[in-house]
């Protein structure tokens, strides 16, 4: 073959060949993260610091080499739009922090994996087959509120001893509640009290709620934590001291803002660990093969500023187990 027949069959072996090259010089693809919150971006700022924390940790860098996009649904209705579009862009994962945001994430996905840092119940409303196997596209780490809301209430008794009647408030709209409820109600049963639920769907029921409490002579109140309760800290301090009632949170910032006590895992230390769940899957396991973890580490606050004004005396028992007392 002459020399000049050879240049062209070369010339088209290297175009044939350059392409591929191009694609294997390419930059991997960012992958990029769907974060859903039932909060206003504002209330949500330690979570998204905690995740952006935990991810940091594991050598990402938002901006660099991974992004995320947040959605924060301040109406329950918003959490299925928001959902639906965090699906639609196909992002690498959704971080859906609670029961309330998998549920809507579930609803919009089936194959993208949904990562979560505290669900309540994941067994009891189905998202997950077990803890050990969760088997589809949902995993992460819970803080099991049916025995969280269970225990709440026995340290609530023993600060109320005399206590026989309790409110309970919740919200209608957290999937969770309900077998928190159910709990609760074998809980009560066994510490011979009676409880009466007040259920709040906005801000705008609190009122009302702590009115009908009030009208039931209960002794004390234990509010399920929810996106609601959680989001309105100010107003149920309020209501609680207006009323005169000693109240029992799942939440460290419904006691700064005057509750009296809180009892619950740290749910900014869980959001920064669920940064390894996003990992591993980042890089190829399947949510169904990543055991839930549960949550080990319980703190008991209590505000004793609060008690004073609500004129109780915390029993030493239970002041004596305390991990922290805000004076």
């Known amino acids: 073959m002459r020399r000049r027949d050879l240049l062209p069959l070369f010339g088209g072996a290297a175009l044939a060949t350059w392409p591929l090259v ?75 922090t609670g029961s309330t945001e998998v549920e809507a994430a579930r609803k919009a996905t089936t194959t993208i994996p949904i990562v979560f840092a505290t669900h309540a119940d994941p067994v009891g409303l189905g998202h997950v087959e077990s803890l050990s196997r969760p088997g589809g596209n949902i995993t992460g780490l819970t803080m099991v509120l049916t025995d969280l809301v269970s225990k709440e209430l026995e340290i609530l008794k023993e600060t109320v001893p005399n206590a026989t009647r309790f409110g309970v408030m919740f919200s209608p709209n957290a999937p969770s509640h309900r077998p928190a409820l159910e709990a609760l109600e074998t809980a009560g049963k066994k510490l011979g009290i009676s409880l009466h639920r007040a259920p709040v769907a906005t801000v705008d029921d609190f009122d009302g709620a702590f009115a009908t409490i009030a009208r039931e002579g209960v002794g004390a109140l234990l509010v399920v934590s929810s996106p609601l309760t959680v989001s309105r800290t100010a107003p149920l301090a309020e209501l609680a001291l207006k ?36 990992d591993k899957i980042l890089k190829g396991a399947k949510p169904a093969d990543l055991p839930v973890e549960q949550a080990s580490k319980y703190r008991l606050v209590i505000n004793l500023k609060t008690a004073d004004a609500l004129g109780l005396t915390i029993p030493p028992a239970i002041l004596a187990r305390a991990d922290e007392v805000i004076e």
Not at 251 to 278: F, Q
């Open 243 to 278: 009323h005169e009632l000693p109240g029992m949170f799942a939440n460290r910032e419904n006691v700064e803002a005057g509750g009296l006590m809180y009892y619950a895992p740290d749910v900014v230390d869980l959001t920064r660990r669920s940064a390894v769940y996003i």
């Open 22 to 96: 191009a694609r294997a010089q390419q930059p991997p693809k960012t992958p990029r993260i769907g974060f859903l919150r039932f909060f206003s971006a504002a209330a949500s700022a330690n979570r998204a610091a905690a995740l952006r924390a935990g991810l940091r940790d594991l050598g990402y860098v938002e901006g660099k080499n991974i992004a995320i996009e947040f959605r924060f649904a301040e109406r329950f209705e918003q959490l299925a739009q928001f959902a639906g579009e965090l699906a639609d862009m196909k992002v690498d994962v959704i971080f859906a």
